[in-house]
């Protein structure tokens, strides 16, 4: 379970899609917090992995973009049909 201490964060973890959900002061966006969410296998943002926004509404809007792809499982198992 991700435990952000932010409820809407905290929700979003709860997405099926999302694997892990953490902040860094990484001085990415200036002073300001920077949002990332690990995606779980299968799902894909930009053709990446992981999302990286500077608010939690930007956040939301980059997970409303992510679409399925194959998994390296499901693929080596519809080989093998």
């Given at each position: 379970?991700?435990?952000?201490?932010?409820?809407?964060?905290?929700?979003?973890?709860?997405?099926?899609?999302?694997?892990?959900?953490?902040?860094?002061?990484?001085?990415?966006f200036?002073?300001?917090?920077?949002?990332?969410?690990?995606?779980?296998?299968?799902?894909?943002?930009?053709?990446?992995?992981?999302?990286?926004?500077?608010?939690?509404?930007?956040l939301?809007?980059?997970?409303?973009?992510?679409?399925?792809?194959?998994?390296?499982?499901?693929?080596?198992?519809?080989?093998?049909?």
């Open positions: 379970m991700n435990r952000t201490g932010r409820k809407s964060l905290d929700r979003m973890g709860r997405d099926p899609r999302v694997e892990e959900i953490w902040i860094e002061y990484d001085g990415c200036g002073s300001k917090p920077s949002y990332w969410v690990s995606l779980t296998d299968g799902w894909l943002w930009e053709e990446c992995v992981t999302l990286h926004e500077p608010t939690i509404k930007r939301y809007g980059a997970l409303s973009q992510v679409y399925r792809r194959q998994t390296l499982r499901e693929a080596f198992l519809k080989g093998g049909e």
